[in-house]
């Protein structure tokens, strides 16, 4: 296995990433602003700042076909960025909602993306050509609490969305004009705007930290503030689902997951480092951790003298420096993305936390 | 009030840059210079803590001529409105807009929290102490595992406190039947066996539920206040103090050994679930 790439941006909570379709772009939320790094060579330097809101951003996702920025904050706006040769163009979103937004995702057709909010709406935004704005229709049976995170299906029309409220439900974002009718599926036959094709909650109902379909679109994981990770496979429109499986784990909750294929998922999230779990619709369960343990460095083949000992007990009144952790992320990882993939597999994979630095995985 | 910001600019920088010397009133209807420097002594305190510096030398003017109320057309870049937006600011600079209640016209502000969670059914005191009899029977049978699992497997989640508090006893009264050699390998087999995790769970619920109620115990007498201004928790009558510092630290041990097994996870679960033992 390949070692991870590191790159340490700056000492400050990433709140989002986002890297462009060639992977020479690289956008993070950073305070109340978006930056822009550029690839150069092998590292990332700082490219450009997008100012326009004026609270913390929350979420920022680059569409990889337009090369369009969009950005969410708690000032309650969402921007998107349109490329020029001057620059990044903000442009106007008509949100309507009166608290944070939280979350926001292009789907993958690009011609819409989803905004999730802490007004217990999810606003599903479009661009109208007559005003030359981008306007929102808003789901919002039967949420009960803060939108936390979204994800698109690959047929752009159905989004999964994960709630303070505990549940994960899988929406239908149908606009006509805007999408084609998509053929029927697991989740539903015929899918009018706010159709709620699933609500699921785990056991202990933790609050959702991530959602994510897979790869085919036909199953949904969720990852909840009780350690949990729980896959569902659905088996028809109002009808039970096939199964639900809920792992619990020994480990601190997980803030971010994706599918690598459709027999294992990545998370990560307050264990600062990345797991592995492996299964089917007959059982899910976790493997392991993606980071190879005991790496040389950081600390540990630091130099054992007697000399080093004193110099350490005088310095800090202790022997050990573990000031580190050992693993490759120093803070909680906030958002894990697909970086590469091949065949539909993901080979790589994209972490950034709240310790500043953003790194490339190999699987 | 409307104006002209070249009009204020003029009056501001003063009479040298004014366009008409004449001392009429120029289009705008601004006041000759003098005229303004002195009105704007006389501009009540009231009126000028109110407005930017800038508009009160406008309403300096005490009976301005009609025609000068109607803006000009084409108004200039607006470098002094910051100024006028600042000082609004600066003047109603409170907290007071955050306790507005914006969801006061939104009919789903209030919904009944209980639809958020499937139903439980109810446990009723009785069916906690035929439980109970049970798992004394398992106990008296040297069956301390399968008490154990007996009671972590039918937790009282509804159930009034009669019930709840009968429950609690009789999980307490197994853990304090279990030896310390032979915890760590009978938690690591319930973990290992189906819904074992679950029960792990549940255990760790009981044991903040023990520790919860034993500190509720404690403190038997009000704080004293000393001579020396230390207060003391509980004064030095031990009697109960040592009974429950005993099940204090049979509970603090199970935890130590639960969270061996079942990971910082089993902990986090106890907090966000909302099914309450």
Redesign the interface.
Known sequence: MASPEVHHLFHHPIADHSFSADRKTLAVAKDSNVEIYGKVANSFKLKAQLKDHDKTVTSVDIAPKSGRIVSCSQDRNAIVWEPSPEGYKPALVLLRVNRAATFVRWSPSETKFAVGSGDRVIAICYFEEENDWWVSKHLKKPIRSTITTVAWHPNSVLLAAGSADAHARVFSSFIKGVDSRPPPGVWGERLPFNTVCGEYLNNSAGWIHAVSFSPSGDALAFAAHDSSVTVVYPSGPDQAPKAILAVSTQLLPFMSLIWSNESEIIAAGYDCEAFKFHGSEAGWGLVGTVEAKGRPGLGDAREESALNMFKQMDLKGKVKDDTQLKTVHQNTISTIREYESSGGNVTKFSSSGVDGRVVIWSL | MPHSPSCVLAAATGPTSLPNPTGSPPAHGLPSASSTSTHTFHVPISRRLNLASETTLQLSEPNPPPSTLSPPRNEPPKTHTMSVIREHTSATLSDAWRTID?DSLDP?KV?DIST???AIPETSVNEVRALHGQVRQLLQGRDTEGALRGCLEFPVYNGDNAARDAHLQTVLEVLQSIKASEMNPMLVRIFNSEGG??CL?VLMKYLYKGMANSANVAPKSPMKPMATGFSQIGGRSMASHDSTGAAMSVLLSWHEKVVEV?????I??VM????RV
């Open positions: 914006i789903d919904f958020l969670h499937p995790s679950e769970d079942a990971g910082l996870g089993c986090g679960r966000t679930d909302w099914r």
